[in-house]
């Protein structure tokens, strides 16, 4: 391994390693809810939200809109503080499409956020067509005195998938997204789903060469999972979708990993809904597991993040 930035024992680059290196102490994400909705379910851009959302599925106890942001930090941060010694904290306004209201709204909810004498700055949630250049410029305002990193749901790069999965945005319009918060001092992080109907692993690894082309700094990965409740349940349940292996899961992101370049700090690898409403994979893994498992398949096979990436994986500005 060659980069300073892959951590030793896990042959990655960690997003908890990169606040550790940036802020120079443990940093923890908490979670809150701002009772924002989304354009593909209120009829903006569709109705129903995408076939296999659910947000229950990965909102955490506690993070409710009736409760105001500040209790629910507080909560956050004292679990934090417990489980992990953690000092500082992001905030991380995740359930729906965090810009997707007018910039006033916007500001007064975020500021109450960044008031927190232990709050380095937040993490926003949002679609690639839900960032107005009002909301940029919001978010690139603060950024002058705090972390701000805006999280971008891509999920996938293929239209013909997100037509399929009734996402509501283009593969444009994540890129033209990524180019007007480019350069503002604004992280960027790019959610990707693996396992989506009709997808390959070929397809899949196309969107780690298109990542290392652009200024992401993190991304986040998750396997495509059943829940009750969407119609991505009623496809499984009939026979038209049928969801990866673990080994499939395992192989494909690595494979991706070796393929994304040392740089862009790994935020997430796998994801769990509740037992209650999970319908499949039912790979009965903790997110820690999941982690050790694709850190020891890294292992087993010699490789690492970035062992892949050729000269041709460069950042916009062609620099590493």
């Not at 949002?126 to 960032?131: E, G, L, Q, V």
């Not at 002058?144 to 399929?164: F, K, N, P, W």
């Not at 990542?211 to 349940?237: C, F, M």
Request: aromatic share 8%; proline share 4%; net charge neutral.
């Amino acid at each position: 391994m060659t980069s300073e930035l892959i951590h030793h024992d896990l042959h990655i680059n960690s997003y908890g390693s990169y606040l550790r290196r940036r802020f120079g102490c443990r940093v923890s994400k908490v979670n809150v809810d701002g009772g924002f909705t989304c354009p593909n379910r209120d009829g903006s851009r569709g109705t129903g939200g995408c076939i296999y959302c659910d947000n229950s599925s990965f909102s955490p106890k506690g993070t409710e809109a009736v409760i105001p942001i500040e209790v629910q930090m507080a909560s956050g941060m004292a679990y934090h503080r417990t489980r992990l010694k953690s000092e500082k904290f992001l905030i991380y306004f995740q359930k729906f499409t965090n810009t997707y209201a007018p910039v006033e709204r916007l500001s007064e909810l975020y500021r109450r956020a960044l008031d927190h004498p232990d709050v380095l700055g937040l993490s926003i949630g949002t679609r690639p067509d839900s960032i107005t250049d009002g909301a940029i410029d919001l978010l690139a305002d603060l950024a002058r005195d705090h972390y701000i990193c805006v999280e971008l749901g891509l999920q996938s790069m293929d239209d013909a998938i997100l037509t399929g999965i009734n996402r509501g945005h283009t593969l444009a319009e994540y890129l033209g997204t990524v180019e007007r918060l480019a350069g503002r001092g604004i992280d960027i992080c790019t959610h990707l789903i693996y396992g989506f109907p009709g997808e390959t692993r070929a397809g899949f690894l196309k969107s780690a060469r298109l990542i290392a082309g652009l200024p992401v700094n993190s991304v986040k990965l998750h396997q495509l999972h059943v829940v009750e409740g969407t119609r991505l349940a009623d496809l499984y349940r009939s026979g038209g979708f049928t969801p990866l292996t673990l080994d499939e899961y395992l192989g494909g992101v690595c494979d991706f990993l070796e393929e994304l370049p040392p740089q862009v700090a790994i935020q997430r690898l796998y994801g769990s809904a509740p037992l209650a409403i999970r319908v499949a994979p039912n790979w009965d893994l903790k997110n820690n597991q999941m982690w050790y498992r694709i850190v020891n398949e890294l292992k087993r096979r010699g490789s690492w993040q970035g062992c892949r990436v050729g000269s041709q994986a460069k950042t916009v500005n062609g620099e590493w």
